[in-house]
């Protein structure tokens, strides 16, 4: 979010993610519970975050709350370059994440990422959880389609 205010803003936006009324308010995008429990029953489900490590109980307790197919306690990890995790895909809202790794990417569209051209980077942009889904079942399809012709 520092990138979409002006530098002289960076504690206002500090403070505001370490407040934990934020957490208390924030709530799941459109129609991402419904395709993330529908994900869950075919696939592992993991979270990759970059968070802070004050703000993680909140937002453990949010997934929790909000996400409860998702297994936190085994499946969500943290770090700084997400590339380092092995993933079939991540969807992610920040352009760095999807940068130098085999995983197939996907950009959920949002005011800070608007003009970055995904199909020059060969990544999938998405507006919305239905086409998240339908790009993963997609990946889904062509992989287990290459797994038939080598096996």
Same mark, same amino acid.
């Given at each position: 979010?520092? *990138?979409? =205010?002006?530098?002289?803003?960076?504690?206002?936006?500090?403070?505001?993610? +370490? %407040?934990?009324?934020?957490?208390?308010?924030?709530?799941?995008?459109?129609?991402?519970?419904?395709?993330? #429990?529908?994900?869950?029953?075919? @696939?592992?489900?993991?979270?990759?975050?970059?968070?802070?490590?004050?703000?993680?109980?909140?937002?453990?307790?949010?997934?929790? !709350?909000? +996400?409860?197919?998702?297994?936190?306690? %085994?499946?969500? =990890?943290?770090?700084?370059? *997400?590339? &380092?995790? &092995?993933?079939?895909?991540?969807? @992610?809202?920040?352009?760095?994440?999807?940068? /130098?790794?085999?995983? !197939? &990417?996907?950009?959920?569209?949002? $005011?800070?990422?608007?003009? +970055? %051209?995904?199909? *020059?980077? /060969?990544?999938?942009?998405?507006?919305?959880?239905? #086409?998240?889904? *339908?790009?993963?079942? $997609?990946?889904?399809?062509? &992989?287990?389609?290459?797994?038939?012709?080598?096996?």
């Amino acid at each position: 979010m520092k *990138k979409c =205010f002006p530098k002289e803003y960076s504690r206002l936006v500090d403070d505001l993610w +370490f %407040n934990p009324k934020l957490w208390n308010r924030v709530q799941p995008v459109l129609d991402s519970r419904m395709y993330l #429990d529908i994900l869950s029953k075919q @696939d592992i489900i993991s979270v990759v975050t970059d968070t802070h490590y004050e703000i993680l109980p909140q937002k453990i307790k949010l997934l929790n !709350k909000c +996400f409860p197919c998702i297994d936190t306690r %085994n499946n969500l =990890f943290v770090c700084k370059n *997400k590339s &380092k995790i &092995k993933l079939d895909v991540l969807t @992610d809202d920040a352009v760095h994440n999807l940068y /130098g790794a085999d995983y !197939k &990417k996907i950009l959920l569209t949002y $005011r800070w990422n608007m003009n +970055f %051209n995904c199909s *020059k980077n /060969g990544i999938h942009r998405s507006d919305d959880w239905v #086409d998240i889904y *339908k790009e993963i079942e $997609r990946i889904r399809e062509t &992989k287990m389609q290459v797994y038939e012709i080598t096996h």
